[in-house]
Every structure is written in C-alpha cells, then in structure tokens.
C-alpha cells in the first residue's frame, strides 16, 4: 500500500517547502505494521466519508467499545456486522481515532464485503500525530452506527451557532482526482471554525502538520468538501457540504525534512480553507454521546516532539 502524492498535493507541498518531509513520510509509512494496527484496535470511534449518487461526501460514523476496525489480511480492515449506510463498491475514507488517548490512523479505499462484512480494500493507510485532539470520552460504550436521521438546515439555525462557538474537534472529507475520499482530523482552539451564514462561507486555519498536505491537496485539486462539526454533548453532528479552497501562508525558509515541526506558538498558521457551502445537514446520532475531558491537556505545536509523536 504505497502513499503517492498527486498534482495537487504536490503543489502544496512545494509552496510550503515540505517535498522533503512529505516525501520521507510517504516512504516510511507505507505499508501497514504493528504499530498501525494497534492504532486501529484501540479506536472507539471511526468516520466514514463515501460520495452519494450525485458525488457529494456524506459522514458516517461508527462509535461503541474498541475494535470498530480490524484488519484482515494485507489490505481489507473489516467493520463491525450490521454497519449500515456504506454500499458495497463505493470507494470511502475513514479515519480510526482515540480521542481520550490521541491516536488516529487513516485509510482509504473501496468498500467491499468478507464473508457478509463490510469492508475497507485499502489503497492507502497511514498515521498521524497527536497534535491537536481535545480529549473526550463516551458516556456510552455500545456499539452504535450514525447518524439515525439526516435534516437539512437553515445556515442561521441557533444551535448550530451555539456549536460553532465551541467546537474544538471537526473532520475534513476531501477526495482525490481519482475518487477516492479521504477523512481527516481538524481541531483547533474551542470555536476555530467560522461560519458566515449570510454568505454561506465556511473558513478556518489550517494548522502546521507533518508537510504531507493529503487533505489540502486534494482540495487544491478537486475543490469537493465536507466538513464535520461534533456537538459532542448531544452526539450530533453539522455536516456542511460544498467547494473548497486552500490558500498556503506559510513557506519555510528551509526545505523542511522532519514530520514534526517545533513552534513557539501553539496553534500556528500553516494555511486557509475555506468552503463556499451548499448544504448544511443536521445528522442526528451520529455517534455516541461523550464529555469533555479537561484534565487532560491538549497536545499543540509547541508541546515537546516526545508528546506530539504518535504512541
């Protein structure tokens, strides 16, 4: 399962100075180990994203006692019996995250079923680090596929507001030029995403991660976008669908070759994304209710690399 970069990323990659850093990342993660599968084995919850009949992301979420991901063999991750809401064929992303110990891995792929369970056939598999996860924990520890019930809504919608003002972890679906969605991990200090519901424009900062850019190239490239909003305390969540643009702001002075990046700040500005939105969907239930917890402190650009290394 080798990870390759397409035009757009490696555009972006460019603009930043990181082809060095992505270029080590994609060989080092390449292929699935131990490591990986223990990511995969200790999730509690796992987002799905796959195109409807008209190419745009909906959200899925799978939330219950770890493991919701298991591997099979040298690329099928098999999901739970009963997962609904995935067609057989369709090519999906999903991303498998602890949010309580801040671990998460990636896979992308097309949905096929094993012996009467869905499964991922993975293209491409990968880890990332532990930088800006809020911890949270469920208040439930049963299996549950989400969301029970889909509404569109109106983009001046009160809670809605109330959620944004808050929100502090989030999911980024793109996909590449050849189709195959990608999910990953958006957080940021509580309320980093901004909503204009007059003009529908749906923006936030895009953080300093490990110089691959998968999701910001994809967007460079295709511009299709969902955005995932939890409302943890409810397990809701604000699905906002429509065409992304990513804007690079910083370049580093250096050809930048290492996946961590030491900052004095801790929520450093890599770049800007924003979404002209057409759609935004209340998905009810989408994942099992969790809390907040504030013991625990998150993890930034500025915590020692020892924390911020995947573990």
């Given at each position: 399962?080798?990870?390759?970069?397409?035009?757009?990323?490696?555009?972006?990659?460019?603009?930043?100075?990181?082809?060095?850093?992505?270029?080590?990342?994609?060989?080092?993660?390449?292929?699935?180990?131990?490591?990986?599968?223990?990511?995969?084995?200790?999730?509690?919850?796992?987002?799905?994203?796959?195109?409807?009949?008209?190419?745009?992301?909906?959200?899925?979420?799978?939330?219950?006692?770890?493991?919701?991901?298991?591997?099979?063999?040298?690329?099928?991750?098999?999901?739970?019996?009963?997962?609904?809401?995935?067609?057989?064929?369709?090519?999906?992303?999903?991303?498998?995250?602890?949010?309580?110990?801040?671990?998460?891995?990636?896979?992308?792929?097309?949905?096929?079923?094993?012996?009467?369970?869905?499964?991922?056939?993975?293209?491409?598999?990968?880890?990332?680090?532990?930088?800006?996860?809020?911890?949270?924990?469920?208040?439930?520890?049963?299996?549950?596929?989400?969301?029970?019930?889909?509404?569109?809504?109106?983009?001046?919608?009160?809670?809605?507001?109330?959620v944004l003002d808050t929100v502090e972890?989030?999911?980024?679906?793109?996909?590449?030029?050849?189709?195959?969605?990608?999910?990953?991990?958006?957080?940021?200090?509580?309320?980093?995403?901004?909503?204009?519901?007059?003009?529908?424009?749906?923006?936030?900062?895009?953080?300093?991660?490990?110089?691959?850019?998968?999701?910001?190239?994809?967007?460079?490239?295709?511009?299709?976008?969902?955005?995932?909003?939890?409302?943890?305390?409810?397990?809701?969540?604000?699905?906002?669908?429509?065409?992304?643009?990513?804007?690079?702001?910083?370049?580093?002075?250096?050809?930048?070759?290492?996946?961590?990046?030491?900052?004095?700040?801790?929520?450093?500005?890599?770049?800007?994304?924003?979404?002209?939105?057409?759609?935004?969907?209340?998905?009810?239930?989408?994942?099992?209710?969790?809390?907040?917890?504030?013991?625990?402190?998150?993890?930034?650009?500025?915590?020692?690399?020892?924390?911020?290394?995947?573990?």
């Amino acid at each position: 399962m080798p990870l390759s970069y397409h035009t757009g990323q490696i555009e972006v990659q460019t603009e930043a100075n990181s082809r060095p850093a992505a270029d080590m990342l994609a060989e080092r993660l390449a292929g699935r180990s131990s490591r990986s599968i223990s990511f995969y084995e200790s999730a509690d919850l796992l987002v799905l994203a796959a195109p409807d009949a008209s190419g745009v992301l909906r959200f899925t979420a799978l939330s219950g006692t770890a493991p919701l991901l298991t591997p099979a063999d040298d690329e099928a991750l098999l999901l739970p019996k009963g997962t609904s809401g995935l067609r057989n064929g369709v090519q999906a992303g999903a991303i498998a995250i602890d949010l309580e110990q801040r671990r998460r891995a990636r896979a992308n792929g097309r949905i096929v079923l094993r012996d009467g369970r869905p499964a991922i056939e993975a293209a491409e598999e990968l880890i990332n680090c532990r930088k800006y996860i809020a911890p949270s924990v469920a208040l439930d520890a049963g299996l549950h596929c989400g969301p029970v019930s889909r509404e569109t809504i109106a983009p001046v919608d009160a809670r809605l507001r109330s959620v944004l003002d808050t929100v502090e972890t989030a999911f980024l679906a793109s996909v590449s030029p050849e189709g195959r969605p990608d999910v990953s991990h958006k957080g940021g200090p509580p309320g980093f995403i901004c909503f204009d519901p007059e003009s529908r424009l749906l923006s936030w900062l895009e953080l300093i991660g490990n110089g691959m850019f998968k999701s910001a190239g994809n967007v460079r490239a295709t511009g299709v976008v969902s955005m995932l909003a939890l409302d943890l305390a409810f397990g809701d969540a604000y699905e906002f669908s429509g065409r992304g643009e990513y804007r690079s702001e910083l370049r580093y002075a250096e050809p930048r070759d290492k996946g961590l990046w030491p900052s004095e700040f801790a929520f450093p500005t890599q770049g800007v994304m924003t979404v002209q939105v057409d759609e935004v969907t209340l998905l009810r239930g989408l994942i099992r209710p969790r809390q907040r917890v504030e013991s625990i402190v998150k993890i930034t650009a500025c915590s020692p690399a020892e924390d911020q290394v995947p573990r």
